[in-house]
Antibody
């Protein structure tokens, strides 16, 4: 059973870089043809897909965030990470990681999510 | 990007009611439409994938239908634990997009 767990600072200062990690258990991040995604949700609002990285290392990002986002993989730790630069209060949200097991598959399972607040 | 539009944005219903939520894609997505349920403080939970396939462990009162651009999620007889927010998500394009959500509240 695949499980994902987000971790990282809960508070980030404006203009700085938000960095989160998703630790994967029950699957190898370097095998299969999987899409490892990040999604976020401001409190009380809807879901916004941030981007994903494929097992091959190729990435795709939401055009609205593309200039500020990097998703990468650490195969030695079976983790993938999110970096979002130049954050503002608008980036305050719950951040989730999730997996799609193929190109057309749904996002499932998800991590439990982590709240990141952007504030000085 | 493929835009996903859900309706209604909120819905009041009673236990035992039959409820339908719709989701429309801005272009054809074949049957690559998924439905999620989210309760406060929790991650979204997959209910339906590929428009009409019930995820393992999900009660049979949930069903999905549609193809192309128009999709529906139906709950045949609402139970107290079904009051939550529901999202559709397309996986036809790997630039994933979600609907804005439908909040289902107790009448």
């Amino acid at each position: 059973q695949v499980q994902l767990q987000e971790s990282g600072p809960g508070l980030v200062k404006p203009s700085q870089t938000l960095s989160l990690t998703c630790t994967v258990s029950g699957a190898s991040i370097s095998s299969g043809s999987y899409y490892w995604s990040w999604i976020r949700q401001p409190a009380g609002k809807g879901l916004e897909w941030i981007g994903h990285i494929h097992t091959s290392g190729s990435t795709k990002y939401n055009p609205s965030l593309k200039s500020r986002v990097t998703i990468s993989v650490d195969t030695s730790k079976n983790q993938f990470s999110l970096k979002l630069t130049s954050v503002t209060a608008a980036d305050t949200a719950f951040y989730y990681c999730a997996i799609a097991f193929s190109q057309l598959a749904p996002l499932d399972p998800w991590g439990q999510g982590t709240l990141v607040t952007v504030s000085s | 990007d493929i835009q996903m539009t859900q309706s209604p944005s909120s819905l009041s219903a009673s236990v035992g009611d039959r409820v339908t939520i719709t989701c429309r894609a801005s272009q054809s997505i074949s049957s690559f439409l998924n439905w999620f349920q989210q309760k406060p403080g929790k991650a979204p939970k997959l209910l339906i994938f590929a428009a009409s396939s019930l995820q393992s462990g999900v009660p049979s009162r949930f069903s999905g239908s549609g193809s192309g651009t128009d999709f529906t999620l139906t709950i045949s007889s609402l139970q107290p634990e079904d009051f939550a927010t529901y999202y559709c998500q397309q996986s036809y394009s790997t630039l994933y997009t979600f609907g804005q959500g439908t909040k289902l509240e107790i009448k």
